[in-house]
């Protein structure tokens, strides 16, 4: 499986971005794609996560306006940021899981960075 994220760029606060997650290779047994992102100094954190069965979560900071959606036709993942706040500066990464019930995520694209100014 391989994972390509885009989309990143430098917004001020209270802009919008949409980050794209394009996935190719042996991906029929792709249990859940999530967003993670990671802060200069901070541990890498978990965004956002969608399962196959549709079910979605959320970290409490980005609820109300974060969305993430998927595209089956085009194997893309998006995730849509509205009123981006400084703090939302980080590399964010997508990640595949075979089970979304492991604890780790199996495959990582390569990080796309997103700066917010104040």
């Known amino acids: 499986v391989q994972l390509q994220a885009s989309g990143g760029g430098s917004v001020q606060a209270g802009g919008s971005l949409r980050l794209s997650c394009a996935a190719s290779?042996?991906?029929?047994?792709?249990?859940?794609v999530g967003w993670y992102r990671q802060a200069p100094g901070k541990q890498r954190e978990l965004v956002a996560n969608i399962v196959r069965s549709g079910s979605i979560n959320y970290a409490d900071s980005v609820k109300g306006r974060f969305t993430i959606t998927r595209d089956f036709a085009k194997n893309t993942v998006y995730l849509q940021m509205n009123s981006l706040k400084p703090e939302d500066t980080a590399v964010y990464y997508c990640?595949?899981?075979?089970?979304?019930?492991?604890?780790?995520?199996?495959?990582w694209g390569q990080g796309t960075l997103v700066t917010v100014s104040s």
């Open positions: 990640a595949a899981a075979d089970n979304s019930y492991a604890p780790t995520y199996d495959y």
């Open positions: 290779g042996s991906i029929k047994g792709i249990d859940a």
